[in-house]
């Protein structure tokens, strides 16, 4: 099966660095945007990628280069004008012959597992909603509850995975959008399916801001499973929040030299 990543957009937001280089090089601990993206294909088998480029598309390239594209089979595809993602997807679509494909936005930075939505063509993948900001419940105009930062409950995003039908290039005009243009209309005809992911990790890079917020939680995903904790559990958020902000003053009964040892446990372990 083939993949492609759409890596052409200009990352106007990442400005300055983007002013220098594309994207896809972009670097959240010491990886580039590119690289985690291959990598997460590699892990379910995809091997053979198609990459749709556009902006400094050569760096890309002579990147992948000196790491021998991480032994898989990469093509370009590369626009002169930028042609949104269903543009983008209807060009790199003649290099396929297989009945379905898979695309993801490339850059984005997830642990969904992918191999659930391949069992049947134009499938997307539903990552829960979470909000960065504070939440209030109201009832007969007084507020209930204040809550920091939660999910919203039975509610799902497009996290910019997907399984589809090469068919569908039929319907995909050579330039515009994907998530506006094609999905509403496929949706009406009850043609697009899903598979529901709860506590997945994912990130969009969009802003300096995601880099940060992004990195950080990879640190802290790979930190519980090192010292054996559960990520989604309140445990853990409480003992990440103490290593990863120093100011944060940890609100349970903990004993100051349990602290003490779980920071020295964790700075053992990643040195």
């Known amino acids: 099966m083939k993949a492609l990543i759409l890596a052409g957009g200009r990352g106007k937001r990442l400005r300055p660095i983007t002013d220098k280089i594309p994207k896809p090089l972009i670097l959240i601990n010491n990886t580039p945007l590119i690289e985690r993206s291959i990598k997460y294909l590699k892990k379910f088998g995809i091997n053979d990628i198609i990459i749709c480029s556009g902006y400094k598309s050569k760096q890309i390239e002579n990147f992948l280069k000196k790491k021998r594209n991480f032994n898989c089979k990469i093509e370009f595809s590369i626009e002169k004008t930028p042609l949104g993602t269903a543009g983008a997807i209807k060009k790199a679509t003649e290099k396929i012959s297989e009945e379905s494909f898979v695309v993801i936005n490339g850059d984005v930075i997830t642990n969904i597992n992918l191999r659930k939505i391949l069992k049947k063509p134009n499938t997307i993948a539903a990552n829960e909603l979470k909000t960065k900001f504070g939440t209030m419940e109201i009832k007969n105009s007084k507020i209930t509850a204040f809550n920091e930062k939660t999910d919203v409950e039975d509610v799902w995003m497009n996290p910019g995975i997907y399984h589809l039908s090469s068919d569908i290039r039929k319907i995909l005009p050579k330039k515009g959008s994907l998530e506006s243009q094609v999905f509403p209309k496929l949706a ?84």
């Open 188 to 271: 009406k005809k009850n043609l697009l399916f899903t598979i529901k992911f709860k506590n997945a990790l994912w990130h969009s890079i969009d802003s300096h801001k995601d880099i940060e917020l992004c990195s950080n939680d990879i640190k802290s995903k790979k930190y519980a499973k090192i010292l054996g904790y559960n990520y989604n559990s309140s445990e853990w958020f409480e003992q990440a929040y103490k290593v990863l902000n120093k100011d944060y003053e940890i609100k349970t009964k903990v004993k100051p030299e349990d602290n003490d040892s779980f920071f020295k446990k964790i700075i053992r372990k990643i040195k």
